[in-house]
């Protein structure tokens, strides 16, 4: 692995190895000492965040995951501020990037802008590895991650991902971290997936022809209530009105695609529900003290398993690995 541009890059040994060592680094730091071992491994490295959209979470969470393994970080995450305001291309100021840093972490509004950052860093003598942060409504590969390890800690002792049956709700046409998500979801044998969203709203033939291809299971519906009972796990998402050409979704009712208590009551009781964040109405905050709502624990796995990633990309994975049984114990 050297870009990480598209969930593509993960086949199922990788996602297994990464969620192992997100286990592993989330474990180490828990003591002063493994967070010491974490902190000395890659204190030459720098990286940039360069962020033209806005972000808490990622944006956070790469930062501090760099800072974790001791990586020092430079950012842009306004581009009145760069010299894009003189005209630069994108390509100068991304090779710009190159010339100061190891690693370039990038979200940008629009899609495939991460692909063009990496097909011009395999083009240039020394090229660094482009890590997708989010590329307009197109791909979020590292969310889809963090996505996968927490529905493996959810499902650990209940068989795993395997098998499982995962709803997915609110607006999967605009909304990249679902499609990222089934891209890996495909990995794991028998789970169905049930696509719930307004008609208008609904995923996006590339990613359902994507499942077949694969042959992966899912179905969709406009009806929560119809299957909230037997759902296993289920991923709620927010409208992205950001991406609205006419304020399209404000004509359509997202009333019906929400959790909160009601909800809750009709789902099994070892449910798992997740989300991207940040929310808006979909996502009742008086569900948040129920032991099924996994949101937040879902956040802070992000930050281990950007660690994960990163250490991975900058090549200290192993030695991560090997360390291991000495921080087990503290
Ligand atoms: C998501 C994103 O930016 O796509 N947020 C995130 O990275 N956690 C989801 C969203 O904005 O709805």
């Known amino acids: 692995m050297f ?6 890059v993960f086949d199922r040994p990788l996602l297994d190895e990464l969620c192992g060592l997100t286990t592993v680094t989330r474990t180490m730091a828990k003591s002063r ?3 010491r071992f974490l902190q000395e491994l890659l204190p030459t490295r720098r990286a940039m965040l360069y962020f033209t959209q ?3 979470r990622t944006f956070l969470s790469m930062n501090n995951a760099c800072h974790i393994l001791g990586v020092r970080t430079s950012e842009i995450r306004n581009p009145d501020v760069s010299s894009e305001v003189k005209g ?10 190159s010339s100061y840093v190891d690693l370039i972490i990038m979200r940008t ?16 003598p020394r090229p660094v590895p482009v890590v997708n942060a989010g590329s307009g ?16 800690r959810s499902f650990e002792n209940d068989g795993g991902v395997e098998g499982k049956t995962i709803g997915m709700m609110g607006d999967l046409r605009r909304g990249r971290t679902v499609r990222s998500l089934c891209r890996l979801l495909r990995h794991y044998p028998g789970v169905r997936l049930v696509f719930i969203s307004p008609p208008a709203f609904e995923m996006e033939p590339d990613i359902k022809a994507y499942l077949e291809a694969h ?3 899912y179905r969709e519906t406009d009806n929560l209530s119809d299957c909230l009972p037997e759902l296993d796990a289920i991923y709620v998402t927010r409208v992205q009105s950001e991406h609205d050409l006419e304020n399209e979704s404000s004509q359509v009712d997202f009333s019906r695609y929400s959790v909160g208590v009601d909800e809750l009551r009709r ?20 569900i948040d003290g129920d032991p099924r709502s996994m949101y937040w624990r879902q956040e802070r796995n992000g930050l281990w398993m950007r660690v994960a990633l990163i250490a991975t990309v900058l090549g200290v994975a192993d030695e991560i690995r090997a360390a291991a049984p000495r921080f087990a114990a503290l």
Do not use: N
């Open 267 to 286: 789902m099994k009781p070892s449910a798992v529900i997740m989300h991207p964040l940040p929310r808006g109405p979909e996502l009742r905050p008086e």
């Open 3 to 8: 870009h990480v541009v598209t969930a593509d």
């Open 33 to 35: 000492e493994g967070l």
């Open 215 to 217: 042959g992966t299971a």
């Open 88 to 97: 630069e291309t994108f390509e100068d100021s991304i090779r710009t990037f």
């Open 54 to 56: 806005p972000s808490t």
């Open 137 to 152: 409504k197109d791909q979020h590969p590292t969310q889809a991650l963090l996505d996968i390890y927490t529905l493996e």
């Open 109 to 124: 509004p629009q899609a495939g802008y991460a692909a063009r950052a990496a097909d011009l860093m395999d083009a240039i």
